[in-house]
């Protein structure tokens, strides 16, 4: 669903309650909803349903508990307003890029 802006961090050596952050923002509420949806429905298919969903309704910063990870899905201004890439500094940032075949 296009989100933009997608990080990961690794939480391991920084927290005892997520192993992984995912940080990623939509254009608008609609748009943060609907990314949303998108993981609870991927999780779900998986065999992993969330153990939580908080904050879908007003579409500025849904937080999904996937268990060993966090899902963060913001509207710009509220990432902006939060900074947890700053809050979590110390968390090194996983690198997205696909594996390159051998």
């Not at 969330?50 to 899902?71: F, Q, R, S, T």
């Amino acid at each position: 669903l296009k989100a933009e802006d997608l990080i990961v961090l690794d939480m391991r050596e920084v927290s005892s309650f997520a192993d992984t952050f995912v940080i990623a923002s939509g254009r608008s509420d609609r748009h943060v909803r609907s990314i949303a949806d998108a993981i609870v429905e991927a999780l779900r298919a998986a065999g992993e349903p969330p153990l939580g969903v908080e904050g879908k309704d007003e579409g500025h910063w849904v937080l999904i508990d996937a268990n060993d990870a966090i899902v963060h899905v913001f509207d710009t201004e509220t990432r902006e307003a939060f900074d947890l890439e700053r809050l979590w500094s110390d968390a090194p940032q996983l690198d997205l890029a696909p594996a390159e075949a051998s």
